[in-house]
């Protein structure tokens, strides 16, 4: 067989001398290939290396000075694993390296010698000891697994393969060992099988195992599979096999059938034997490589044998999968490296041709796409479909090779079977089966997705189109579009799959939609979750649970425990930063534990309370002291309540917990109750003195002895704070417990005012005599005069007891303390003497603030600011007049005072009175002080506000730092639209300054400015507006930036359509068509505008551009406009061939063209419509119906034809028709015809139809003929008996009209002696000698001789009868002459039959001597195929029918 012709094509690769390899190290124990990534040669000299080839750069080997026993790449990646012995023991030492990072990934020193060792998996490595076989895992740290132990078969073998299979519960180990000693050359192959579930092992004979998967049908899950070969020698015979078994079957699904072949070993192979076998999983075909080169390939379903050939002339020694092409990879002795593959092109070709099996060409075809079964899949494929197994059908058409089913025929053909009731429909079993087998075509995507939204389950095409199971498409698009409510689970789960980024940002998109998230937070949470996207999960609840809600406590538990078992560090951060609080504490104080978290796991309430309690009651005292000192994690409150019933001897630890979290009331009450007064001491003087107030009040309440308080007031002195003890004890009316505390402070120089408020207030009920003393020793020239606290304590006292005195010590008295004097007098409603003491002491800030809030006179505010001209009573002035609505004051206030501290409260109240002038003279102040954006915007809205737009110019051209954009759009939205311009022409916002000029009615610029922006949103409101204010030459301008948008196409369409500009819209369309990126829609709308509005230019739009019309949509507007021919034709180019005939049918005068209309109704699916049609053309066109019905011809049911033309009584109409497919031998057919004939009396036709077609009732056409009046007629009919048998009938009405030929003819037919014979007597009775003689000569095989010679010599006639008797005499003697020959003749076969078995015999021995190319195998004896020539037919020795016999005149012919 030619090379090219060959189902597998061998391909040298490289040969491993070319890269520098000694064919000495090209052995089996220094060459591995492991898969087909690598191959790894170990070399001993000049100097021990390791050689490795990257088999995608095969020239570039990798050469590293390495001393090992054995090197194996990984199938993968570029991880090396090698094998030396220990010097001086029988261990072996294994390393694996990471070549590419130049480290040692595993180590084991193994304590008895590894024999074989291969990669199982990318992760694994088998290891062969002589007693055992371990599994060691390059993850981890983990030593080799023992699996099983060897069996005994294996002992003394060397071990040539080691293999699993993928789900690494079937174990295979495959040695050889020399043969039996009478065949020693042949050697015998040992294999263990193992099963890891059960445990046990099976010694078998095989010398090559491979492992494969083999999904049956109905079964879900694919069938393990083992195939081995054997060659055994026993009894003195050699026995080849392949075997194919099942493994673990499973339970209750259908099993795979053991399967067994032939491997057959030419003579000169004799002692060859399998040393490899690959399985491609590609093709699922067998691969069995033999020693010495021959290459065995079966199919794996079947193990029905395919191809052998030698494919090396040198040993092979090792083979490997080359997964990607589905072939294998073989090295021999030479170092070459073979590439099998299968040649598609011609393997199912061969399989079906020259092997004739053509049920394995089918399924290879379907199996690896394949070409070459074409004809035979689409000829079963019409079989089943005609038996009506459309289950059957539709898997083939699924599984059809290169898809040659896939097409709309055949979906039509799905959709015309009708659909019985409670039966799937077949269209929805084809459907199924395409999707079980992967992704449909756009076609099929869109007439399923029909079926599911016409049934309204969208949900399952959100599943299809997650699974990627339809091919998306615009007409797809369009379909499911309408009315469509995303289904957010099922989109946050499709995204999850290929973006989990996306996903979050998706989830946390969702938590902020307006009315909620519309999916539960814990559900989200457990979708990445279950993905194992613990860092995803946790960013979203991060996100969503920063409020710190109680609600949310659940979800608080779950990231913090999901992360401590996962991420613990990332739980310590969320901890560390304290952002939640209702999570299950003892929950995750455990998981913090065991995270070692030990710190975080303390900071439980409860635990820390637990170990205060559990301290205190055994007595460490110390221990509860520093844990109530140093934790922040307790409970207080419990923590308290527990010390108190404890009553612990030392106090310490109650006195830090209630110093700490403000128990202080409950801590002096529980002390000075348990009589521990030093304790109160020593709080108060050590531990916190500014609690001393608390401490006095409860101890005031608790009616402690006053001489206990004042010790321990004084006891503190100038560290307790005055203000709250004197609060404390007014709130008791024990003021005057503090009488010699105060007077200490004073003659101490206190300036404390609360220390001089109290002893005012104390003295209060002596008001009179104090003044009185006071003013002699302060006002008369005495050496106190100016005593600053003698000086305060008399104006204090005037002030509580008589104010009307203040005034005066006010204006006489200079050193007191005025601010605090003042702030007393406020307190007292001494406003206009506040005012005065805070302007003697220039406090004018103070003053101003009496007269704004006390006096509540803004006039007077104004006149003290213009009187003292400061800017800070400028600003409270300015504040005070805000407050009160006095806007414009206070922008002026403001700008005299050069505040700019309060300008958001500013422009918020000049915003509201629409003080826009003086905000402009404010801001342009403020804009001095400070930089903020919010002055500068809203300087420019104040002078858009007042029209000052050339300022605004100005103002932007300068250096600013408005926010433009803000300023712009604020604008806009306060119709300010020519200030909005200038502002969004400076920033090119050319959006925004299109829509605004818009709203100017300056079109042209805004088109100018949309051309610039060059937004689908731009353009259409720009567009929108042009035609409403009817600038429709600006408004195409912008609609063809708009309709290149497939989205916005349909809006644009719409808007125009509703205001009525029709002609405007289809000039933008047509417009539009010679856009560069011009599309489907554009097309398609302008054709639905012309259907609505211009259905004179329909039909030619639709025939220039209707590759490029979305059809469908397009029919619905031709339907709805009711253009018939228009809608007829898209229906045609929508191949809706059914549609597109109903519809002619339905409006024949607009839409019927013969033509047309034949070329239609030839391709529709519903049988119906043939029929239909027919009724059509015989009430609307009956002169053209037989030109309709030769189109139909092969499609009709002709019975039915005829039955409807009978019905109507114009059968004769559609004669021709008749004619034309009578060649069918159809029954109605034939009857119909023979009946026009009889009718027409053609009896030249009637005979032809009658000779040609038999299927009609002929006995009764006979009937109804043999009366006929024309001769010729009767004669049919005679004729019309003879064919039916019926002799005597067809005899007798040829005697009756003196047709004595065909009497003689029929006679002659019947092969009855009796009728030939009563034919002879009627003649002699008619005296019709030349008859006599003539049916002698016809019907000569039936007239016995002495019959014919007695009626002769009787009716003395012998000279009629001479010619007979020659004829009859010469044939005998040739019969005898025969006999003798025939005899001689076997005689001679005898001979012939045992010279060729011998021959046979020979041929067979020569050719098990030779190696043939290609399968088959010779054939055997008996299945030749061919026919012999056919035997010579006997001569009748009858004269020549041409010529009358001698005697008898010519008889006429019929």
Known sequence: MAAANAPITMKEVLTLPSLGINPQFITFTNVTMESDKYICVRETAPQNSVVIIDMSM??????????????????????????????????????????????????????????????????????????????????????????????????????????????????????????????????KGSMQLFSVDQQRSQALEAHAASFAQFKLPGNENPSIL????????????????????????????????????????????????????????????????????????????????????????????????????????????????????????????????????????????KRGNLPGAENLVIQRFQELFAQTKYKEAAELAAESPQGILRTPDTVAKFQSVPVQAGQTPPLLQYFGTLLTRGKLNAFESLELSRLVVNQN?????????????????????????????????????????????????????????????????????????QRNLIREATAFLLDVLKPNLPEHGYLQTKVLEINLVTFPNVADAILANGMFSHYDRPRIAQLCEKAGLFVRALQDPDIHFKYIEAAAKTGQIKEVERVTRESNFYDAEKTKNFLMEAKLPDARPLINVCDRFGFVPDLTHYLYTNNMLRYIEGYVQKVNPGNAPLVVGQLLDDECPEDFIKGLILSVRSLLPVEPLVDECEKRNRLRLLTQFLEHLVSEGSQDVHVHNALAFMTADLPHELIELLEKIVLQNSAFSGNFNLQNLLILTAIKADPPRVMDYINRLDNFDGPAVGEVAVEAGLYEEAFAIFKKFNLNVQAVNVLLDNVRSIDRAVEFAFRVEEDAVWSQVAKAQLREGLVSDAIESYIRAEDATDFLDVIRAAGNTDCYHDLVRYLLMVRQKVKEPKVDSELIYAYAKIDRLGEIEEFILTP?????????????????????????????????????????????????????????????????????????????????????????????????????????????????????????GIFTELGVLYARYRPEKLMEHIKLFSTRLNIPKLIRACDEQQHWEELTYLYI???????????????????????????????????????????????????????????????????????????????LLVKPYMVAVQSNNVSAVNEALNGIYVEEEDYERLRESIDLHDSFDQIGLAQKIEKHELLEMRRVAAYIYKKAG??????????????????????????????????????????????????????????????????????????????????????????????????????????????????????????????PLALPAPPMPGMGGGYGPPPPMGGMGMPPMGMPPFGMPPMGSY
Not at 996 to 1021: H, P, Y
Not at 1293 to 1299: F, H, P
Not at 1311 to 1319: I, K, S
């Open 58 to 187: 095969p020239m570039q080997p990798l050469r590293r000075p390495i001393t090992a026993d054995s090197a194996l790449m990984n199938p993968n990646s570029r991880i090396l694993a090698l094998k030396a012995q220990l010097p001086g023991t029988t261990q072996d030492h294994l390393q694996i390296f990471n070549i590419e990072m130049k480290a040692k990934m595993k180590s084991h020193q193994m304590p008895e010698q590894v024999v074989f060792w291969k990669w199982i998996s990318p992760k694994m490595l088998g290891l062969v000891t002589q007693a055992s076989v371990y599994h060691w895992s390059i993850e981890g740290d983990s030593e080799p697994v023992k699996m099983f132990d060897r069996t005994a078969n294996l002992a003394n073998n060397q071990i040539i393969n080691y293999k699993c299979d993928p789900s690494e519960k079937w174990l295979v180990l495959i040695g050889i060992a020399p043969g039996a000693p009478e065949r020693s050359q042949l050697v």
């Open 457 to 529: 389950k969208k949900n399952l095409l959100e599943n299809w189109l997650a699974e990627d199971k339809l091919e998306c498409s615009e007409e797809l698009g369009d379909l499911v579009k309408v009315g469509y409510t995303p289904d957010y689970l099922f989109l946050l789960q499709t995204i999850l799959r290929t973006d989990p980024q996306g996903a979050v940002n998706f989830a946390l998109m969702m938590s902020q939609m307006e009315g909620g998230c519309p999916l539960d937070y814990n559900t989200i949470t457990d979708l990445f979750l």
């Open 960 to 1080: 600013n730092v408005a926010n433009l954009q803000n300023v712009g759009d604020r604008l806009y939205d306060e119709a300010l639209y020519e200030a909005a311009k200038i502002i969004y022409a400076f920033i090119s916002n050319w959006a925004k300054l299109a829509v605004t000029l818009v709203k100017l009615k300056q079109f042209q610029g805004a088109v100018d400015a949309a051309r610039k922006a060059n937004s689908a949103k731009t353009w259409k409101e720009v567009c929108f507006a042009c035609v409403d204010a009817e600038e429709f030459r600006l408004a195409q301008i912008c609609g063809l930036n708009i309709i290149i948008q497939v989205d916005d196409l349909e809006e644009v369409s719409e808007y125009y359509q509703n205001r009525g500009c029709f002609n405007e819209l289809i000039s933008l369309m047509e417009s539009g068509l010679g856009l560069e990126r011009a599309h489907m």
């Open 1286 to 1411: 019926r002799w005597k009938q067809s005899i007798a009405l040829s005697k009756k009209d003196n047709l004595y030929k065909d009497a003689m003819e029929t006679a002659s037919q019947s092969g009855d002696h009796d009728l030939a014979e009563e034919l002879l007597v009627y003649f002699i009775e008619q005296g019709k000698k030349e008859c006599f003689a003539s049916c002698l000569f016809v019907c000569y095989d039936l007239i016995r001789a002495d019959v014919a010679l007695e009626l002769a010599w009787m009716n003395n006639m012998l000279d009629f009868a001479f010619p007979y008797l020659l004829q009859f005499i010469r044939e005998y003697t040739g019969k005898v002459d025969e006999l003798i020959k025939d005899k001689i003749e076997a005689q001679k076969e005898v001979k012939a039959k045992e010279s060729e078995e011998k021959e046979v015999m020979a041929q067979q021995n020569m050719y098990a001597q030779l190696l």
């Open 226 to 365: 083992i195939s081995f070969a054997t060659k055994t020698f026993n009894a003195g015979q050699v026995t080849s096999k392949l075997h194919v078994i099942e493994l673990g079957a499973q339970p209750g699904k259908a099993s795979f059938s053991k399967k067994q072949a032939d491997l057959f070993f030419p003579p000169d192979f004799a002692d060859d034997f399998p040393v490899a076998m690959q399985i491609s999983h590609k093709y699922s075909l067998i691969y069995v490589i033999t020693k010495l080169g021959l290459l065995f390939v079966y199919d794996l379903e079947t193990a029905a044998a395919v191809y052998r050939n030698r494919i090396s002339p040198d040993p092979i020694f090792l083979t490997t999968e080359a997964s990607s092409v589905g072939g294998f990879y073989a090295i021999n002795r030479r170092g070459q490296v073979l590439l099998a593959t299968l040649n598609e092109a011609t393997i199912v070709p061969f399989v079906s041709g020259q092997l004739n099996n053509l049920e394995l060409a089918v399924n290879l075809s």
């Open 1133 to 1211: 180019q929508y191949d809706e061939f059914d549609n597109a005939a109903t519809t002619v049918m339905n409006h024949s005068p607009e839409a019927w063209d013969h033509m047309q209309f034949k070329d239609v109704v030839a391709k529709v699916a519903n049988v119906e419509l043939y029929y239909k049609a027919v009724h059509f053309y015989l009430q609307e066109h009956p002169d053209l119906l037989n030109d309709l019905l030769h189109v139909l011809a092969l499609r009709v049911d002709h019975t039915r034809v005829v039955d409807i033309m009978r019905k109507a009584g114009h059968l």
